[in-house]
């Protein structure tokens, strides 16, 4: 959702996509927020010329669904939309937020250089902050073309709403905690969710939503493609914060004492090796 000059580069096609269930976690991804999905290699060139290699870790994705996602929905969205959120959504917003990264802008228009160096320290939070709007976005045409055919649109609306819960959660030195504030602030301006005063509960309007994906999403592209730090950092400072009517509904998560994230039982021994 961007004017041409912003699209000017093609992805390499030599790209490939699978499902696995990972075995075991070492280094620095067992250690903060466990990853779910992967796109790699990052390297600008390389995705240009070949593509990239992601890879879905669904045993690790479902136990975020089962034990935090659900969890964490049953407590803060409308009562009605909670047949919404669905593994299988949860699963394709992540399979194409990862296909997001492999696309979208490498570098600047200017052609001064790539993008993750023009924007510096604020490039992690946009690109995974673009990932997540402009997989969605993906969702929403190929749904539009009856290409998805399992489950509805409100469907991937919902689960991505509760995931920005979620995310919220890694806190602002994580690039997908502090990309998850500014979507939380700008969906809220856009009317993409209410909430329900009363019931402390919200609920998404679909249509408004996808205003604000399709906005963000041409916002955050239009940034990463003028190599704007500026804009970008500016978005970050006033966007990227927790209010206090968030705040109180996070905490409700922590008193239900619904965990933040997973931790694993791993090695030879759980194998019984
Ligand atoms: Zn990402």
Not at 1 to 11: G, L, Q, R
Not at 21 to 35: H, I, L, R, W
Not at 63 to 75: C, G, Q, T, W, Y
């Amino acid at each position: 959702p961007v004017p041409d000059e912003y699209k000017a580069e093609s992805p390499g096609t030599d790209s490939d996509l699978n499902a696995y269930d990972a075995v075991y976690y070492a280094g620095d991804c067992n250690a903060g927020s466990k990853t779910i999905a992967i796109n790699l290699p990052n390297d600008e060139e390389v995705q240009l010329r070949k593509g990239t290699r992601r890879l879905q870790l669904k045993n690790a994705m479902r136990a975020k669904f089962d034990k935090i996602l659900v969890p964490i929905a049953e407590e803060l969205l409308a009562e009605d939309q909670l047949k919404h959120v669905t593994f299988d959504a949860f699963f394709a917003n992540t399979m194409f937020h990862e296909v997001a990264h492999g696309l979208g802008v490498k570098n600047t228009i200017d052609g001064k250089g790539t993008v993750r160096q023009a924007l510096k320290d604020a490039y992690s939070a946009m690109e995974e902050g673009k990932a997540d709007v402009l997989g969605l976005y993906m969702i929403t045409s190929l749904r539009a073309k009856d290409e998805i055919p399992e489950g509805e649109l409100l469907d991937n609306y919902v689960t991505f709403m509760a995931s920005i819960f979620r995310s919220i959660r890694f806190g602002a030195t994580s690039a997908h905690g502090r990309a998850n504030m500014v979507r939380f602030n700008f969906f809220s301006e856009m009317g993409a969710f209410e909430r329900d005063p009363v019931s402390g509960r919200y609920r998404v309007n679909a249509e408004n939503l996808s205003a604000a994906m399709d906005a963000l999403s041409n916002l955050i592209l239009t940034l990463q493609g003028n190599g704007d730090y500026e804009g970008a950092s500016k978005l970050l400072a006033s966007s990227g914060v927790v209010g206090e009517q968030l705040q109180a509904d996070l905490d409700r998560l922590d008193a239900a004492g619904i965990p933040v994230d997973i931790i694993f039982q791993q090695g030879p021994a759980v194998l019984g090796l």
